[in-house]
């Protein structure tokens, strides 16, 4: 058996399945996304996310959703980081914070991973980290290249995928994801099956 | 009778109610904000809510949701507006557009009138206008200080009410839906009743 990892986007769904697959977790891609509802909490979205799914596709599978939070910008762009990202891209957020000192931000990524019909489980990552004064890297996707994480010189953009994976919101998730998945196996012949088939 | 105005926004309220009041037609304030999705078809997130508002709300209702579209900025701030001017404010948006020179945009308002359980009406009404360089006006509220309808030289937030209805999205749109209430007294007696009682 496989998780269905059910995102429109293709970075991340490799981002996810590289993770897996260090832990011989087998995943396919469903190229869809669900409806998403307005709001400022991203756990609130992915839920939402994750009941609209269950009437189009059978578990397991995850659903994920990301945000940057910016501090100076009372969490902007926050929830709608991707159309933000879409309409006023890096640039627009160097331009916001221009002569800006305060520039702490954070990225959370949020999953809600159907075992089950009846059972959504909700697993977060976080990574706390400075906006860059310029866009740097090729690597990654939406603000990675104007992101640094604390402890680091170099943007999420600059980081080859299994690096970001080490450090990212994203990669954290899939780790707490992951360790629910294995222990599973103690409590349920059943989900061993599922994780190991 | 009278129709629900079910909106979070006090302002939103006010403009409604006083165009009503100028056709003889109460209305009434439910405070409360619908669920809303995440789309960038405004007409969809507006009937989204209606749909979701039924669940509490007996009919007659309206649900509005307006948005603002800068042509530079690829439609920014749009659909999520509403967030974005809580977030980054006029200030934002003037900075986004320093040393731009096309400073075309429009506000959009789409209304959805349950006039039954199994009936919604959709409305719209667009204005077309210019992001001023600097913030002015008292009235209003959102981006209304820093928006300048086409064919005038003041913000709609130097407009007092009356003033912007004549000339806003939101004017239009509920001129609109008046417009359809008052002709479904050439058809039918209930509709009559339910528009005069």
Chains 1, 2 share one sequence.
Request: aromatic letters at 12%.
């Amino acid at each position: 058996m496989e998780i269905k990892i059910v995102t429109s986007n293709n970075h991340k769904y490799d981002e996810i399945k590289r993770i897996l697959e260090q832990f011989d977790i087998k995943s396919v891609w469903i190229k869809y996304n669900p409806m998403e509802i307005q709001s400022e909490y991203i756990h609130e979205v992915v839920i939402y996310k994750a009941i609209d799914a269950l009437t189009m596709i059978q578990p397991p599978f995850l659903v994920e959703d990301s945000a940057l939070f910016i501090h100076s910008l009372g969490g902007f762009p926050g929830p709608y980081s991707s159309y933000i990202y879409n309409k006023i891209g890096n640039k627009g957020i160097l331009k916001l914070l221009e002569n800006t000192v305060n520039r702490e931000a954070e990225f959370l990524c949020v999953i809600a991973c159907c075992i089950q019909k009846n059972i959504i489980k909700i697993f977060s990552g976080k990574v706390r980290g400075f906006i860059s004064h310029s866009e740097k890297g090729e690597f990654g996707f939406g603000f990675d290249p104007i992101f640094i994480p604390e402890g680091y010189q170099k943007t999420l953009a600059e980081m080859p995928i299994e690096k970001k994976n080490e450090v990212s919101h994203r990669g954290k998730a899939v780790k707490k994801l992951i360790k629910y998945l294995v222990s599973m196996e103690s409590f349920n012949k059943d989900s061993y099956t599922f994780i190991k088939e």
